[in-house]
């Protein structure tokens, strides 16, 4: 997609200042800030399993700015393959006029047309009537259908049980509205004026044999271009910030893209002459093609901006190691810098990690505090409670 304000696949074009006499813009969710790309590129090198983009955009003219911790909206536009997929399995013509709109530009910016959700899939058998899909939903209480829907999106829902009666309007009257996606800002306003980045890792998989990719992710990945424009808002984030006193000890924990916050905290520490400790506690599969921004990183290590870095790359050798695992190797001195006021930031998989981190963290604690488990525990409570850990998981 190529730069140009005239283009219908530009998002929220309507928002685009378009002059002097046009009043001044307040940008947010509902009114989201078209954002030129300045650079985008892939962070993983030859050889890597894994797609995770650095995104540069462009905050000029917007009044926008941020903070450290601070997450950034993206508005997603739907991708042509899967507009062409949908369209088609549904009999329908791409130039169909929803409102003011032809069908194919409706659903590119305003539906979502790949989640199958509960509520879209009984709207779609209130509009089609269709008898098998009926007795499919109704099998064994709903659970065996609540199965089926398990991997699968809504073109398997079209294609599985057809209707050859939709109109343009009445389809998408069933779809749900096209949600922004959330990612942790990458960069300080401080280090770079009107800018924001964001670390982005492509989503892509496979099932029920077909390739499946990511919305928003693989909207970054595969369509956005430098020069184009990307709809965005700021989310704030109170729950993940920097220690007030600048000489407060970090201790960051970022595997993955989770290292996105941490850069932002750097970046603003470096910038703003703040000089307390720092210790980043990175992981990935592989260190030859999947530190993310390691030149950056060990910059600031031989710079003495950052005090301390440790890496946990996976796949390296025989044995799995991951973040979790360097703290444990670490306790003493994670537990020492604890002791001094560190606080303790996690950033990325809530899934597995953050609770891997989590339960390294009160073993540590235990072990070299000599504690019990629930004066461990009571210890992460007050952590908590005075802000030093914190977390924006995801
Ligand atoms: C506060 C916050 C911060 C975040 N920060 C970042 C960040 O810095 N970087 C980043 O990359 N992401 C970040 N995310 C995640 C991001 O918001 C998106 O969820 C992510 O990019 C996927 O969105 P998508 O539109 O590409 O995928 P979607 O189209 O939303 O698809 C994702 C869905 O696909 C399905 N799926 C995915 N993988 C598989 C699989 N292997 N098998 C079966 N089903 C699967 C799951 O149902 C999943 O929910 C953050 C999220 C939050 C809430």
Not at 173 to 198: F, Q, T
Not at 249 to 275: D, H, K, L, Q, Y
Not at 329 to 336: L, P, R, S, T
């Amino acid at each position: 997609m190529s730069d140009s304000s005239a283009s219908p696949s530009q998002p929220n074009q309507e928002n685009l200042p378009t002059g002097a006499a046009a009043p001044p813009l307040a940008f947010d969710k509902k009114n989201p800030f078209p954002a030129q790309v300045i650079r985008k590129v892939l962070l993983n090198g030859a050889g890597s399993k894994k797609e995770v983009y650095h995104l540069e955009l462009s905050l000029k003219d917007s009044g926008l700015t941020y903070l450290p911790g601070d997450a950034l909206g993206v508005f997603p536009l739907n991708r042509p393959k899967d507009l062409q997929a949908v369209m088609a399995a549904a009999g329908l013509n791409a130039n169909s006029k929803v409102g003011e709109k032809t069908l194919v530009e409706a659903l590119e910016r305003d539906f979502d047309i790949t989640t199958l959700s509960a509520s879209v899939a009984k709207k779609y058998l209130a509009a089609t009537e269709n008898e098998a899909l009926r007795e499919a939903m109704e099998a064994d209480g709903g659970a065996a259908f609540k199965e089926w829907c398990k991997g699968r999106q809504l073109i398997d829902l079209l294609e599985e049980y057809p209707f050859a009666g939709w109109t343009a309007e009445a389809f998408t009257s069933i779809l749900r509205k096209l949600n922004p996606r959330l990612y942790s800002i990458a960069s300080s306003v401080a280090h770079h004026d009107e800018e924001v980045h964001l670390t982005i890792a492509a989503v892509r998989y496979e099932s029920f044999g077909r390739n499946r990719e990511g919305v928003a992710s693989c909207y970054v990945a595969d369509e956005l271009q430098e020069g184009d424009r990307v709809g965005i808002f700021f989310h704030t984030n109170k729950n993940f910030r920097l220690p007030e006193s600048s000489d407060t000890p970090i201790i960051m924990v970022g595997p993955g893209t989770g290292i996105a916050p941490f850069r932002s905290f750097i970046e603003e520490r470096v910038a703003t002459g703040r000089n307390g400790d720092s210790w980043l506690v990175f992981g990935d599969q592989h260190a030859a093609c999947d530190f993310l921004y390691g030149s950056e990183w060990e910059k600031y290590l031989a710079g003495g901006q950052l005090t301390r870095l440790d890496l946990a790359f996976s796949r390296d050798q025989e044995e799995k190691v991951y973040v979790q695992d360097r703290l444990r190797e670490n306790g003493a001195d994670v537990f020492a810098w604890l002791e001094r006021g560190a606080h303790f930031y996690v950033c990325g998989d809530a899934t597995y990690m953050a609770k891997d981190v989590h339960q390294a963290l009160l073993g540590i604690i235990a072990e070299h505090g000599s504690m019990s488990e629930e004066e461990a525990t009571e210890y992460v409570n007050q952590l908590k409670k005075s802000r030093r850990y914190q977390r924006d998981v995801y």
